[in-house]
C-alpha cells in the first residue's frame, strides 16, 4: 500500500530526508553526468534512473576534538567515519528507499562503502583480473560512483583545492550516501567554484605531504571547471594510519581498528581541521559555535626524545603494578585456549 497519495516532489524528498536524518539533500537529474568515465558512471548502475539524490550527514566538530588536544583518537574513525558511514547514515537511506518504493518509484541505494570496484577507490587504477562485463558495452563490475562529484552536481556545495567537499552549512564536516531512481524530480542548481574555497592553501600547509604545493589536477562538472591540488592517496592514507613524520602521533604502536576503519592519527589535519577552522574564521558557514575550536597552537611530539613517566603515572600503576607491555593483553588471549573454544563452539553450532 503506498503511503502517499500526493504526487512526489523535489520539496517532499527533501522533506522526508530530512526528517529521517540526512542533515542535507540535494537533486541532480543523471544527464549531468554526461562525459564521465564509463568505470564511474552511475547510469551504468541504473540505466532508467532519472535523478540522483544526494544525501548529506554532518561530522560533528567535536570528534575532532579529541585528536585537536591530542588526547583521544577514536572518535573521529568511529563516530566522524566508519559509525557514519555504515550504522547511522545507511538506516536513512533505507527509510527514504521504502518511501519511493511504497509510491511505485524504483531507488537504487548507494551507501558511502567500497571494495568491490574494478577500480581502486584508493589508488584510482584499474584492477587486472578482478572481473569481466556481463556484456559488451558494459563496464567492468563494481562501478566507483564519486560521491564528492555526484554532491557537487546535486548542488550541495564546491570541491576545495584540498578535493575535500565543502557544503555552507559544515564546510568540510560533511559524508555523503546516494539514492537514484526513476522518478523525474527537479533538480538544484550547481555552486560556481571559489563560492566558500578561497584557495587559502592552508589545507596544504598543514597536510604532510597528500596535497601537492605545485601541481593540479582539473575535471570538468556542471559546466565548470574545477582545479584542486594534485593528491596522493597512498600518502593520506599513511598518514590516517600512523602519522606521516615522528611529530604528528604520540603512538608508539598501531592503533586498533574501528567497523573495519583504521585509526584516524592525524584526524583530517589539513583537509579538514585547518579548513574548518578557516572557514569558521571567516565567517561564512552557516553551523556557528559559541566558541573556537582552536585555542592554541597545533601540538607536536618528538618520539626520539626520552619520555619519562609522570609521577602520577609511577604512583597510581608502575608503584602498584598495574602495568603491562603494549601488546600483552593480546598475547595473553591468544596463550589461552579462549579463543579456540570460541571457534570450536561456532563449528559446532554451523554443523
Known sequence: MARFNEELTSA??????????????GIASMDRFEGAPKQNDPRYIFPGA????VLGYRIPRGVLRGIEEGTHFIDYSSMGYAALNKVYAPMTLWKLARDFEDMGWEAVTLMNIN??????SVTGNFRENWSVPVEEGKPYPDVLVHFRYAAYLAGLGEIGWSNVFLTPEFG???RFNLLMTDAPL???????????????????KSCNGALSNTETTKVTLGGYEIETAKFDALKCEYGIKYGCDDTASPFLVEYPHVYEYGRSVEGGRGCIRACMVHLEQRGILENKFHNKFRTKPEWKVDLNAP???????????IETG??????????????????SEKHKVTAKQTD
Open 50 to 53: 532519472k535523478s540522483m539524490i
Open 322 to 339: 598495574k602495568c603491562e607491555d603494549a601488546n600483552a593483553y593480546n598475547e595473553y588471549y591468544e596463550s589461552t585456549n579462549i579463543g
Open 307 to 317: 619520555h619519562p613517566y609522570p609521577e602520577y603515572i609511577q604512583k597510581e600503576y
Open 115 to 120: 571494495g568491490g570496484e574494478a577500480v581502486n
Open 172 to 174: 568540510p564536516r560533511t
Open 12 to 25: 517532499k524528498v527533501k522533506e522526508l530526508a530530512i526528517e529521517y536524518g540526512a542533515d542535507l539533500c
Open 186 to 204: 527537479k533538480p538544484d542548481p550547481v555552486m560556481k567554484p571559489g563560492t566558500l574555497c578561497n584557495r587559502c592553501k592552508l589545507c596544504v
